[in-house]
């Protein structure tokens, strides 16, 4: 049979004028007629010739070349955010650059107007912009005369007018009208809020934003983050934050397909991983469905540090950040909250 498969394709390429066969071997080291690579061998081609600003090209064993651990410039301008921050010391709970490179990544472009997350919007804005240590410190620090007002409110917030000034170690401060929000006083300490509201106010829902009246009299908003599931509900009697679906238990989570439908406040309400980010599906783990990336080459907590390079895990794949690139000095490895944590040095 195979013989005759064989003349039967020789004679048709005869009536068709001729055929072409490749002699290429795909694996054998050499790139050939109709590869773009061949295992190790990429040729003159890099991430920076094909427009990334940088990362690892790889062939696949199909002889074609494999952008996915290339830096797009998005991805250059995360690390340098990351690596600013960390040497300034602002990363939040000082978790290091893997874990804000993975957060950054995750949170960027996930809407939250929640009062909370708009007051310390322009914060933010400004601390991502930064690309010295100064001028990130002058995004959150009050001024001298600001800076005073703390004594004797150590540990507590105070109001200025609309500044909203926190009096901790590090004094910190944010003008809550750039966001349209006033500065209120309470009992307990200041805040940004909305407007002026009585304690025994109802809350109450305005599409997926739930209304409530702090215990100080400052109204606030919190959004339910309909991306994460939730909407706000006031089918129970009492406006809460609730996934749309029927009630449910913890382990009543599951997948279908790249959605994850999670039990978010005793409701399954539906999350698109994708919107997460691009990489991410729905997958279940040790009987727990949760949103991961789809390559799970390394554990999220692997952190490491050799001859100046940061070696993390981001979105299933172990990446490495050169921080001498970012003008950092080096790295190290810190144990912070029982782990070990790779970051950038001065």
């Not at 304690?199 to 739930?210: F, N, Q, R, V």
Request: charged share 25%.
């Amino acid at each position: 049979m195979r013989c005759f498969l064989g003349a039967w394709i020789g004679l048709a390429c005869l009536w068709a004028g001729g055929c072409t066969f490749s002699s290429s071997a795909c694996g054998n080291g050499e790139i050939e007629s109709g590869e773009e690579c061949d295992g190790e061998e990429l040729g003159e081609a890099s991430c920076e010739s094909l427009g990334f600003v940088g990362g690892t090209l790889s062939c696949d064993e199909r002889c074609k070349l494999d952008s996915s651990d290339c830096m797009s410039g998005q991805d250059e301008d995360v690390l340098r955010r990351c690596v600013i921050q960390d040497l300034c010391g602002y990363e939040p709970m000082g978790m290091g650059v893997g874990h804000c490179v993975e957060r950054v990544s995750l949170m960027s472009g996930l809407e939250n107007r929640s009062t909370a997350a708009l007051a310390w919007e322009p914060v933010e804005a400004c601390v991502d912009a930064a690309e010295t240590c100064e001028a990130l410190r002058a995004c959150y620090t009050p001024d001298a005369q600001r800076a005073a007002l703390c004594e004797g409110h150590e540990g507590s917030s105070i109001c200025d007018g609309s500044w909203l000034i926190i009096c901790w170690s590090e004094i910190w401060a944010v003008d809550c009208a750039l966001t349209g929000l006033q500065c209120f006083q309470g009992e307990t300490g200041a805040s940004c809020g909305l407007e002026a509201c009585d304690p025994s106010m109802e809350p109450y829902c305005d599409g997926d934003l739930l209304y409530e009246c702090s215990s100080s009299g400052v109204l606030q908003a919190e959004d339910c983050l309909p991306a994460w599931g939730a909407t706000c509900s006031e089918e129970g009697g009492e406006p809460v934050c609730t996934g749309p679906g029927e009630a449910c238990e913890l382990e009543d989570s599951h997948c279908e397909g790249s959605v994850w439908v999670a039990c978010a406040s005793g409701h399954l309400g539906p999350i698109d991983c994708s919107v997460l980010h691009p990489e991410f599906t729905c997958r279940v783990e040790s009987g727990d469905a949760f949103c991961r990336p789809e390559r799970r080459e390394c554990e999220t907590m692997m952190e490491g540090c050799e001859d100046g390079v940061i070696t993390y895990c981001h979105l299933g794949r172990v990446a490495e950040l050169d921080c001498a690139r970012f003008g950092a000095s080096g790295c190290e490895i810190r144990e912070i909250v029982g782990r070990e944590v790779g970051r950038c040095v001065p």
